[in-house]
């Protein structure tokens, strides 16, 4: 018979990548996504005997961390806004780390969203779980999931255009009083 640590494992470590891009799509300081994984973890392994059936296992360590992060966004009254880095120094940091800077616009573009939103999209783009698994994890139907995804997507893909319209006239300005 498995120790209850080692049936744990066994169910968790599939999910670890998971786990890490949904916490970290909310958290842009990796040492607090650590803390916040950590203690989920810590969390889910205390109450593991409670669980009763392993394909709830899924929900129960994403609830785990919803309830985590949310309770540390109300207590401190703060969000991923409050923790991306100031552009000056992110773009002086991004010109060697361009993977950053592709994350740090995402987060950007996130951070547009509404927090149902923002966790819908995280849960289906980065973390990679289905409609039926997120349904599970957020407890709305899975219809709700796909019609607020719908809508969060066609908002991000609207100011996603709106940018690069900018982008262009920004450069057609430039060409036009340099002289190019």
């Known amino acids: 018979m498995k120790s209850k640590e080692t049936e744990f494992m066994t169910m968790y470590k599939p999910l670890h990548l998971q786990l890490c891009r949904y916490v970290q799509s909310f958290v842009w300081d990796k040492e607090e996504a ?6 989920v973890v810590l969390q889910a392994l205390e109450g593991f ?5 392993s394909d709830k296992f899924l929900p129960y360590l994403f609830s785990i961390a919803r309830n985590i992060y949310f309770k540390q966004l109300r ?3 703060r969000g991923i806004a409050s923790r991306l880095p100031e552009d000056e120094t992110a773009l002086e ?3 060697t780390a361009p993977l950053e800077a592709k994350h740090y616009e995402l987060r950007k573009l996130l951070l ?3 927090d149902k939103e923002r966790e ?3 849960l289906f783009e980065l973390s ?3 409609y039926a698994e997120i349904s599970v994890i ?3 139907s899975e219809a709700q999931v796909k019609a607020k995804l719908y809508k969060a997507r066609q908002y991000l893909k609207a100011l996603v255009k709106q940018d690069n319209e900018r982008y262009q006239n920004l450069l057609t300005h430039k060409e036009h009083t340099h002289g190019k």
């Not at 650590?34 to 203690?39: L, M, N, Q, R």
């Not at 005997?49 to 059936?53: A, Y």
């Open 138 to 140: 957020v407890r709305m």
């Open 49 to 53: 005997d409670n669980l009763r059936e």
């Open 34 to 39: 650590k803390d916040i994984i950590s203690e």
């Open 93 to 95: 940091h991004f010109a």
């Open 75 to 77: 207590s401190k009254k």
């Open 128 to 130: 990679g779980f289905s």
């Open 120 to 122: 819908l999209v995280c």
């Open 112 to 114: 547009k969203l509404d």
